[in-house]
Every structure is written in C-alpha cells, then in structure tokens.
C-alpha cells in the first residue's frame, strides 16, 4: 500500500543547434568598417571633467581608492 516509485526511462537524444546567418553585402562590410572606425577614433573637443558626487567621493575614500600615489612607477604606463 502506499505511492510507489515509477522510474521511466527517457531517452537522451543528441541535439545540434545551427545559426543561419545569411551572406554579408561586400558594401554593407565596407559601410560597417568606416563606421566602426569612425566611431573607434573619435574624441571629444572639450573635454570637461565631471566632480562625482560627495556619496561616490566617501565611498571611494572608506575604500581606500583615493590615496593612489601617482607617481608610483607600477602605474606609469597607465598615465602616458
């Protein structure tokens, strides 16, 4: 008496999953390099710097993320 345990066996099928893309227009890979470095050599005029907020400023101090020395040579190559 009582609820049995019925084990059923499933079987394992072995699936591939295929992404079609369709072919690229020479024209359109054209349009996409120029744009792609169009926008990966940009830089702004006028560059402002932003003060972050005092909240961002006392987290960053309990951190300990402000008292980088920056004339610490491990950080040299980060400021060329």
Same mark, same amino acid.
């Given at each position: #008496?009582?609820? %049995?345990?019925?084990?059923?066996?499933?079987?394992?099928?072995?699936? =591939?999953?295929?992404?079609?893309?369709?072919?690229?227009?020479?024209?359109?890979?054209?349009?996409?390099?120029?744009?792609?470095?169009?926008?990966?050599?940009?830089?702004? %005029?006028?560059?402002?710097? =932003?003060?972050?907020? +005092?909240?961002? =400023?006392?987290? #960053?101090?309990?951190?300990?993320?402000? +008292?980088?020395?920056?004339?610490?040579? +491990?950080?040299?190559?980060?400021?060329?």
């Amino acid at each position: #008496m009582g609820n %049995k345990a019925t084990t059923t066996v499933k079987e394992e099928r072995e699936e =591939i999953h295929l992404k079609v893309v369709p072919s690229l227009d020479r024209a359109f890979m054209r349009w996409l390099a120029r744009d792609l470095q169009r926008v990966q050599g940009f830089k702004p %005029k006028n560059i402002r710097a =932003i003060t972050p907020p +005092d909240s961002y =400023i006392e987290f #960053m101090r309990l951190n300990g993320s402000l +008292d980088v020395d920056l004339d610490d040579p +491990d950080l040299a190559h980060l400021f060329k």
